[in-house]
């Protein structure tokens, strides 16, 4: 069985007094949760600071990217030995919106994923289709591209640290939550792209407008293995909510 893991995502959001507030809320309302991992992704400054409140308890910190190389004249970025050294255990790679902002390719994914593994990060690779693509009939098309180069040339054993988060953008911030069997039709797809060693143990999230109201109907599909949820992370009594459901 895969353990769920309910991942937030605070995105550009929160400062390091707020981020600690809610951390700390968040893991007195979920200390007794031990059937699935739970992961909060603040902003850079944050995250030492966030680290530090929940140290001791089962809320894992994560940063929202990094760059490939490990130090050196890169103004800027911040590299993974970095977010390990700040105590993060995940990072977010590939989120829809460093594609459609910040010239994020499949290419530059699959670097910064083989960064994330080399410094001992667990990668969460993102991907999901645009609107226009869902209407052209293009979704597992682009599903797959991004799949396969994203996360090209792993090595098997790599293989089971990596969590895929399947996001359609039209749904990311909209209030528009794909509907479960949309989503389980997607990731059932994802599963099925996977190397056989790994096809029954890599997690795959679902991510769009995932709240405490939605969350129960969707989790209850067979390979939709947690979430990677924005809005509603942001605050504690509903981000354990989604925790819980
Ligand atoms: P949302 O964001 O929950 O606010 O839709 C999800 C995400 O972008 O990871």
């Not at 479960?180 to 792209?193: D, K, M, T, W």
């Amino acid at each position: 069985m895969r353990k769920p893991l309910m991942a937030g995502n605070w995105k550009m959001n929160k400062t390091v007094e707020e981020s600690v507030a809610i951390l700390k809320e968040l893991a007195s309302l979920t200390k007794d949760v031990a059937d699935r991992d739970i992961l909060i992704c603040p902003t850079y400054p944050a995250l030492k600071s966030a680290a530090d409140a929940v140290a001791g308890t089962n809320v894992m910190i994560g940063a929202q990217n990094l760059f490939w190389e490990e130090k050196g004249a890169f103004t800027a970025e911040v590299s993974g030995p970095m977010l390990i050294a700040a105590g993060c255990k995940y990072v977010i790679i590939g989120h829809s919106e460093r594609r459609q902002y910040f010239g994020e390719t499949d290419e530059t994914v699959n670097k910064r994923l083989k960064a994330a593994l080399k410094a001992g990060l667990l990668p969460i690779v993102c991907v999901g289709e645009t609107l226009e693509q869902r209407e052209k009939n293009e979704t597992m098309k682009v599903v797959e591209a991004q799949v396969k180069n994203g996360l090209k040339e792993l090595e098997t054993g790599n293989w089971k640290l990596v969590t895929i988060a399947y996001e359609p953008v039209w749904a990311i911030g909209t209030g528009k939550t794909a509907s479960p069997e949309q989503a389980e039709e997607v990731h059932s797809f994802i599963r099925g792209l996977l190397p056989a060693e790994v096809k029954e143990t890599v997690r795959i999230l679902y991510g769009g407008s995932m709240k405490p109201a939605n969350v129960k109907e969707l989790m209850a599909k067979e390979n939709i293995d947690g979430g990677l949820v924005g809005g509603a992370s942001l605050k504690a009594p509903d981000f354990a909510a989604i925790v819980k459901h």
